[in-house]
T-cell receptor
Framework: GAGVSQSPSNKVTEKGKDVELRCDPISGHTALYWYRQRLGQGLEFLIYFQGNSAPDKSGLPSDRFSAERTGESVSTLTIQRTQQEDSAVYLC????????????FGEGSWLTVV | KQEVTQIPAALSVPEGENLVLNCSFTDSAIYNLQWFRQDPGKGLTSLLLIQSSQREQTSGRLNASLDKSSGRSTLYIAASQPGDSATYLCAVNSNSGYALNFGKGTSLLVTP
């Protein structure tokens, strides 16, 4: 497909387990973003990748959260030792460059920690 | 830190009405401002992108304006339809960083 693809679309996990969320950006998009949206809340910025530059990790809420991206390809967001407050939809987006362009969102990975 | 506020939080209108959604931001040093639509259980769809040098953008029944100096944007929807029912999000791309700063959205319901 031509859009941003995220997997899994839904994940239920037990408290304390690790989870990994995957994002396939649109081909050729150098910028990739992860956001979190808790129920009834706005979008919180988590991390930004631009090409091979060092990522902007300023939005990661704790050291349990990490993300990787190799070049301009797939990104994974890992949450270690999940807590109930991690329950949210995790949205990935990509764009052709870091600013001045429309960004395109995937449909999100819905995480529920029980 | 850039703060983005959207008013109203929720809005219900009968079909056919014209309506205005408001967005304000605290730091006028921005690259651009985008309006998105989010349907329940779905991701975000970009509606309009206004660069900092522009005053407005139009797409079909949608018109977005930007007054950078006063930190305001409006999204005007003409002749609203039930299919317009969704949450509308305003997001600002600031000069100071790469991330979009989002408002909490306006939940719109258009009744037949």
């Amino acid at each position: 497909g031509a859009g941003v693809s995220q997997s899994p679309s839904n994940k239920v996990t037990e408290k304390g387990k690790d989870v990994e969320l995957r994002c396939d950006p649109i081909s050729g998009h150098t910028a990739l973003y992860w956001y979190r949206q808790r129920l009834g809340q706005g979008l919180e910025f988590l991390i930004y990748f631009q090409g091979n530059s060092a990522p902007d990790k300023s939005g990661l809420p704790s050291d349990r959260f990490s993300a990787e991206r190799t070049g301009e390809s797939v990104s994974t967001l890992t949450i270690q030792r999940t807590q109930q407050e991690d329950s949210a939809v995790y949205l990935c987006a990509s764009s052709p460059q870091n600013s001045g362009n429309t960004i395109y969102f995937g449909e999100g990975s819905w995480l529920t920690v029980v | 830190k850039q703060e983005v506020t959207q008013i109203p939080a929720a809005l219900s209108v009968p079909e056919g009405e014209n309506l205005v959604l408001n967005c304000s931001f605290t730091d006028s040093a921005i690259y651009n401002l985008q309006w998105f639509r989010q349907d329940p259980g779905k991701g975000l769809t970009s509606l309009l992108l206004i660069q900092s040098s522009q005053r407005e953008q139009t797409s079909g029944r949608l018109n977005a304006s930007l007054d950078k100096s006063s930190g305001r944007s409006t999204l005007y929807i003409a002749a609203s339809q039930p299919g317009d029912s969704a949450t509308y999000l305003c997001a600002v791309n600031s000069n100071s960083g790469y991330a979009l700063n989002f408002g909490k959205g306006t939940s719109l319901l258009v009744t037949p």
